[in-house]
């Protein structure tokens, strides 16, 4: 029997359909099954999201109502001094990073790893905002002088309630030693008590984790492995304070630890900043270094930006020069161009507002002698047609500034902090009658707990002062001066009984130590012309 090719074909095919056609059906059976699953799994899907966007409203709700709990428990509370750090973690603004501040991940990559290292350790203060004017004040460690407390003593004297109401000073303590810290925050805390209450003053410090490695910096423009690891920190803690401070106020002010000011300085500001008619990035009221420069708040996170890319790279005085080429330098047109083109944007106030006094730089074994030149001398004295005398002083004299010279009109005098003992006498050549003596038209002068004593000239006059305590309604001292005034918030003056006779010297007596340098502007011995 001879078989064509392909008879069987048919049979086998059809033999075969049958398991095809239950596979088939399993097959569909299983997608119905999977779609279903997918349906379900989709359908979960979108209320988890659904859950995770109302979790996330909650979250801003609760989180809303926790800063409002804390702005009501600190209002209440009243607190002054947060020491310690649960307080101000509890009681500080929400730890949430404000955006501005997300580039320093980029450019000091290890603060990755620690939540908090851009937030204040430690502060004194009300963390005032919405102020005109917030001042940054960073400081640091110096192996002999300390000059903060002068400088602020001088920073705050002549503000009226009106300007200390509108105004912040922030203190840096730069340093990572808690002791240090302390000691410092106590220092200022017990010199402006009233200051640190009402929140003019605030005291801050930066976590340790702040700070990248600064031990193996890269040397440049020649500088000492200690000078490029000075610089440096300079540059972060610049960059912290204004950050810190870039949300309290409307215009900033960058000062350092080692100043003094001219009396008026804010009014002097606020004045120069309103006559501005072009758009300007800093108004500079010294001539030195990143002293009495002036900035608008809403520029610091730019400044700061390019400050924390190049930060290791060059001071921040020529970082600062930097970044005003690179807004308006043509690089096709030659320097005096753009020289004239950053003098758009940095405007010079003359003359200068504050002058740099500090002999001991914060960097270990420098002294530097920086003056400005445009800071002047005659606001600071006032002269007077004194009679004739020998001066004379137990107090360490600072520089050139001798009681001399304010005698006769032509400078200020200026100490080391005077301790309890401590004296300065003018003798008159010829003994004269006065009928006043002080200083009543500068209540800038700083000496604290100190009398004004005249030495009658009648020899039997000092006698019988000796003997009996006293005379004329003035109490006497052993060595027979009668007191006659005392200063009272840096003015002294006295009137001098006519009875007493001529007056042989007068003396101005401390009687207790002073968390300040003496400071003298003006010497008014007026003599009778009787």
Sequence with gaps: MRLRPGALLPALCLGAAV??????AWQRSRGNELDMYQSQFLELRQRLLYAEKENKKRSHELSSALDEIKHVVAKR??????????????????????????????????????????????????????????????TVKREKQDYLINTLHSLLYELSEEQKNDCVIIIFVAEVNAQYVNR???????????????????????????????????????????????RTKQNLDYSFLMLYAQPKGTFYLQLEDDIIAKPGYIQSI????????????????????????????????????????????????????????????????????????????????????????????????????????????????????????????????????????VYKGKDWFWASAPVAGDYISFTFLNPLKVEKSGNMEHPGDKLFNTTVEVLPADEMLRKELVDNGGKF???????????????????????????????????????SDSPVWAIISEVLIKASEN
């Design 270 to 405: 606020k004045d120069f900043a309103a006559k501005q008619s072009q758009e300007w990035m800093i108004l500079e009221f010294s001539q030195l270094g990143f002293i009495g420069k002036l900035f608008k708040s809403e520029d610091l996170p730019l400044i700061v930006d390019f400050f924390l890319m190049f930060y290791k790279d060059k001071p921040i005085d020529w970082l600062m020069d930097h970044l005003l080429w690179v807004k308006v330098c043509n690089p096709e047109k030659d320097a005096i161009h753009c020289e004239k083109e950053k003098a758009k944007l940095r405007i010079r106030a003359k003359p200068s507002l504050f002058q740099h006094v500090g002999i001991y730089s914060s960097l270990a074994g420098k002294i530097q002698n920086l003056k400005d030149k445009d800071f002047g001398q005659n606001v600071l004295h006032k002269a007077h047609n004194n009679p004739p005398a020998k001066v004379d002083t137990s107090l360490r004299i600072y520089q050139q500034y001798t009681l001399e010279k």
């Design 473 to 511: 309604n003035y109490p006497a001292t052993k060595d027979g001066y009668l007191k006659i005034g005392a200063f009272e918030n840096g003015i002294a003056e006295g009137s001098v009984d006519q009875s007493i006779g001529k007056i042989q010297a007068i003396r101005l007596m401390v009687n």
């Design 184 to 230: 410092v925050a106590e220092s200022v805390k017990t010199s402006f008590p009233t200051e640190i209450q009402s929140g003019v003053l605030e005291v801050i410090s930066p976590p340790a984790s702040y700070y990248p490695d600064l031990s193996n910096l890269k040397k440049t423009l020649g500088d000492s492995e200690d000078r490029v690891r000075w």
């Design 77 to 138: 509370m009243n607190l002054t001094n947060h020491t310690d750090d649960t307080k101000w973690k509890m009681l500080n603004l929400t730890r949430k990073l404000p955006m501005h501040l997300t580039n320093m991940y980029y450019y000091l990559p290890h603060l990755r790893e620690y939540e908090d290292a851009i937030f204040p350790d430690i502060i004194f203060g009300r963390q005032r905002t919405g102020v005109s004017l917030v001042m940054g004040i960073p």
């Design 19 to 24: 398991p095809l056609l239950w596979y088939a």
